[in-house]
């Protein structure tokens, strides 16, 4: 099985999950600055790529078309009545559009899971027409987001390395050097990539891991642990973290990179 395929091949209950921790606790909060990267305008044509349940696409302004290749992911997204945007399932490497489609391109968390990277880029960039602009955001190095080390350790030692080392994927290209090169070779000119550091706040971890792990695709292999190894893996979590809180408010340093290209 690919990157790709571990990352984003969700069931339905994952793509459930999903929607109800991982996109409001740590999706939602960079969504503004993933939009404001490309400054969309009401007239334009926006493709979110890897669009997940819809958390881009519901907020972005212009004509919408939201690609994702996880239908579960797709079905709970078209749970939103919204006549502007158009749902559609895709594979990134092969975008189901003609040349210049769009004004507007985003792809919030996608990116490092894709197996072709490069394809993927010069799919956008063959997509979008003259002078439009793709804005991306990635989570930056695992090092820079303490809870998220802390949980892909805990994994690591008590459910195999494999498994722990599926959770860092997520955090695969967060080099901002890295990614500057991957759009660069694309062709994309004006590229500019940061990162940008926000304080986020959990739900009290006992309660937040197991439903954070739930909602991810590696969902059913944490449903098949036994109580006491989910509970061993939550007091790794609890102590390795709790010296980075501020007395009862679960809140943590995270990081991500934001990049911003124009065709």
Not at 202 to 221: C, K, Q
Not at 231 to 253: C, K, Q, S, W, Y
Request: proline content about 5%.
């Amino acid at each position: 099985m690919t990157r790709g395929e571990r990352a984003h091949d969700r069931d339905e209950g994952a793509a459930e999950g999903f929607a109800e921790c991982i996109v409001p606790y740590m999706m939602m909060p960079w969504v503004a600055d993933l939009i404001a990267l490309v400054e969309p305008r009401a007239e334009d044509r926006v493709l979110d790529l890897a669009c997940g349940t819809g958390s881009v696409a519901t907020r972005v302004p212009g004509h919408v078309v939201g690609l994702d290749h996880n239908r579960q992911m797709l079905e709970a997204a078209q749970q939103e009545a919204d006549a502007r945007i158009h749902w559609t399932q895709g594979d990134a490497a092969h975008l189901p559009f003609v040349a210049a489609s769009f004004d507007r391109v985003l792809c919030q968390q996608g990116l490092q899971f894709f197996p072709q990277r490069a394809a993927a880029l010069a799919e956008i960039r063959r997509v979008l027409a003259p002078g439009g602009r793709v804005g991306v955001l990635v989570w930056s190095r695992i090092e820079e987001n303490p809870y998220s080390l802390a949980l892909a350790r805990a994994v690591g030692r008590h459910v195999g390395d494999e498994v722990g080392q599926q959770l860092r994927e997520s955090f695969s290209l967060g080099d901002g050097s890295e990614l500057e090169t991957l759009l660069r070779e694309a062709g994309f000119e004006d590229v500019q990539v940061r990162p940008l550091r926000k304080s986020l706040r959990l739900a009290p971890l006992a309660e937040f891991v197991p439903r954070h792990l739930a909602g991810t695709s590696l969902r059913n292999v944490f449903a098949s642990q036994t109580a006491e190894i989910l509970a061993a893996m939550i007091a790794d979590v609890v102590r390795e973290t709790e010296p980075l809180l501020a007395g009862d408010d679960v809140a943590f340093a995270f990081e991500v990179q934001t990049a911003v290209g124009r065709r």
